[in-house]
C-alpha cells in the first residue's frame, strides 16, 4: 500500500533511446527508463514492489489509476466493494492500454461519419418536453492518427446532460439551447472544452493524447509486494 510519484520528470527524448528488453536505456542517467505505458496498475505494483530505483515512463493518468489501486480502500481484503473497484481499474487500463496499442498501426479512413447518429438523435428531440427549448449535437471524436476515441465522456455545460461516445467515436446528444460548451474528457487524452455554435450542429473533434512523463518513481512509503 503506496503512493508513487515523478517529482522531477527528465527532459530526455524517449525516442533517442536505445531500445531495451523492459524500456530504453538513457545514456545521460546510465541506466534503463522502464516502459510502464502498456502495465496494468497491479503489474506497476508488482514491479515497483520488487525494484528500487526505478526510472519509469508512464502518463498522469496511470500515475493516478496505479495510486487508486495501490490504495488501503482497494487493497484492503475486508472492503466488499473490491472486486468492483478493481474491476473498474482494470477496465480503464484497458481503454487506456488499447489506445496505446492503437498508436502503433497504420491510420486508416473510418467509413462511419456522425450522419450516423442523426436519425437517433431526431427521435430522441421528437421526445424532448419543449422542442423550442432543446437542440441538438452529435459529432465524432479522433485522434491524431485518425483513430476513433470511443468510452469518452461528453458533458454539455451548464445544464450537465452527458452521453458517452461509441466504438467508432461517435456521439448524439439533446441539450437545452442555453448550454454553451461541451465538456469532453476521456483517460489517456487530454480534457477539452468547446464552444457550443447555435449555427452549428455536426462537431468533428480530435483529442490529444496525454504526454508521457519519464523520471524516478518516487515511492510512498516503501514499496511492499502482495
Known amino acids: 500500500m503506496f503512493k508513487i510519484a515523478i517529482d522531477e520528470p527528465c527532459n530526455q527524448a524517449w525516442q533517442q533511446m536505445d531500445p531495451q528488453e523492459n524500456g530504453r536505456y538513457c545514456a545521460n542517467c546510465c541506466k534503463t527508463v522502464v516502459d ?11 514491479y ?35 472486486g468492483w473497484q478493481i474491476a473498474a481499474i482494470s477496465f480503464l487500463w484497458t481503454i487506456f492500454a488499447l489506445k496505446a496499442f492503437a498508436q502503433d498501426k497504420v491510420p486508416v479512413p473510418q467509413e462511419q461519419t456522425v450522419a450516423d447518429k442523426q436519425p437517433h438523435n431526431g427521435s430522441l428531440l421528437k421526445n424532448a418536453a419543449d422542442t423550442a427549448q432543446y437542440g441538438i449535437v452529435i459529432g465524432k471524436l479522433t485522434d491524431s492518427l485518425n483513430f476513433p476515441v470511443n468510452a469518452a465522456v461528453i458533458v454539455s455545460l451548464p445544464s450537465g446532460k452527458r452521453t458517452n461516445a461509441d466504438i467508432n467515436g461517435l456521439f448524439g446528444l439533446v441539450i437545452p439551447i442555453a448550454d454553451k460548451q461541451l465538456q469532453i474528457n476521456c483517460i489517456g487524452y487530454k480534457p477539452q472544452l468547446i464552444s457550443i455554435d447555435k449555427a452549428r450542429q455536426e462537431y468533428n473533434i480530435t483529442l490529444q493524447e496525454e504526454p508521457h512523463i519519464m523520471g524516478e518513481v518516487s515511492i510512498f512509503p516503501k514499496a511492499v509486494n502482495h
Open 36 to 46: 510502464f505505458s502498456t502495465m496494468a496498475p497491479g503489474e506497476i505494483v508488482k
Open 48 to 82: 515497483l514492489g520488487n525494484n528500487s530505483n526505478v526510472c519509469g515512463r508512464l502518463t498522469e493518468s496511470q500515475v493516478k489509476l496505479t495510486n487508486i489501486y495501490a490504495s488501503p480502500a482497494v487493497r484492503t481484503t475486508g472492503n466488499k466493494y473490491r
